[in-house]
């Protein structure tokens, strides 16, 4: 069987819940000590969860939580302003 369609990984924003292509989210990950940072190459092993590129899913996703239920642990204040800044990019 031949399929035309391309295989493209597609992953679903924490916040808003958009199903985008991988390489169009940014991908955060929650490091062994704890510790939510980017992932810019999205090469670092630990549990993921992903952001649309833009201020708005940055803010509601640290904010509101969405970003610690993925990632199943609760971020520390430190760490979300810290995410929040990089997310100032965006
Ligand atoms: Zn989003």
Do not use: F
């Amino acid at each position: 069987m031949k399929s035309t369609s391309k295989h493209i990984a597609m992953r679903t924003c924490a916040a808003c819940g958009e199903v985008k292509p991988k390489r169009e989210l940014v991908r955060l990950v929650r490091l062994e000590s704890g510790w939510v940072e980017v992932d810019i190459d999205s090469k670092k092993n630990g549990r993921g969860a992903y952001l649309c590129p833009s201020r708005e899913c940055w803010e509601k996703g640290l904010k509101h939580g969405q970003l610690d239920r993925v990632l199943r642990i609760t971020i520390t204040p430190d760490n979300k302003a810290q995410l929040l800044e990089q997310g100032n990019n965006y």
